[in-house]
């Protein structure tokens, strides 16, 4: 069985028709399917396992918390960014100590917060980061494990905007930089420097970028042992690029699990990874029911429920996504059509040119490979409401987040009484 298909006409996830399922829980919603993102898991841990390398989860890419529970449950560790996405890693079962915080913006109370907890590791990206990290761990009396992330200066992934290796970039700091504070943190009572870590980009589908990464790495890591200091784990980072197109590569795995090989070897150190995309893209689609259909000049437009504050991907990063009716109109002629939503903003499309049937308002269609940063960087702009999350498996769905009502929408807000027209009267 494929994950989403077409079963008696119509597209289903898993055994569950989308039809059936938006009748019940109303457009647009995102849906995934727990079967593949199981396969996915499996298919990943596998083809690294000769390495030893462990995964943690990136929950950044998809952080409904039966998502995370459910790769938690196959295994995963999780890697975080903030105290909500730590909170949520805890909340669906991830044991602490399978918990990695990455980020180039820690806050105090945040830091506080993981070191609480004994989180796995703490990657650092800056030495403000790292005196606040000595400082709390100091006075928390509590060992704390760090990792450093340094900056290869490598220029790698799908788009400049999720390209984070630079040396331009914000992220991590240089190879001399992370030297000078792991000895610094070798002195220390509480803190305890394990490694170095890495991320240099995302949806990279050339193994050759993560070949020439983990180079530095070792280089790195081979000089700082020669200097006499302990390197026992390696954070490769996440990165690992889908095939959003039928003509595009996803990154090709053997070869990403040989290099994986050849760097354990090479260091004998703990790698973990830290994917996100390439495990819950796939397992997702957005659906949607169109609200009209219009031609403007040449352009035929289908204006669908679901808009950008839904799924941002395509207005930020140009990217694309399949879209596919529900209802499967196999001999129907097709016709290039610009799906787009109700926001107020010509960059609100979902899709240029898709080549759809001739379809009418009322229809479904489903926006695919959704899983992955899709609800995630969702907003209410236009006074719209965050879209309900559904995970299928088999012929068995459940509502994992749903819609909130307008009022639960405006209830964190409030008008002082002398903002009103009256106080100021
Ligand atoms: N680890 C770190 C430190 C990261 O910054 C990221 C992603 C990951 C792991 C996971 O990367 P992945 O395996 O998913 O490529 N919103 C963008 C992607 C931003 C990625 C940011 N960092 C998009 O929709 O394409």
Redesign the pocket.
Known sequence: MSTFDYQNGRLHAESVCLSDLADQVDTPFYCYSASALEHRYRRLAEAISASGTTIAY?V??NSNLAVVSLLGGLGSGA?V?SEGELRRAMAAGIPADRILF??VGKSVDELAFAIGEGIHQI?IESETEFDRVLDLAQRAVRTVRIAL?INPGIEAG??D??S?GRKTDK?GISAGHALELYRRAEKHAFVEPVGLAM?I????SDVSAFAGAFDYLAEATDDMRRKGLTVSRLDL?????VAYHDDEQELPLEDYGALLKSLALRTDAQLTI?????LVAGAGVLVTRVNAIKQAGDRRFVIVDAAMNDLI?PT??D?HHPVWPVDNHEDAALHPSTVAGPVCESGDILAFDAPLPGLAAGDLVTVGHAG??GAV?SSGYNGRLLVPEVLVRGDDFAVVRRRPSHDEAMALESIPEWSSATAAA
């Open positions: 990136a950044k890419a890697d960014v990455s980020g990657n992330r799908g788009h905007k999720i984070t992220f991320h980009g995302s949806q990279i980072g996440g990165g690992l690029g830290e994917p996100g995309r390439w991907r930020l990063y990217a992955a940063y960087m």
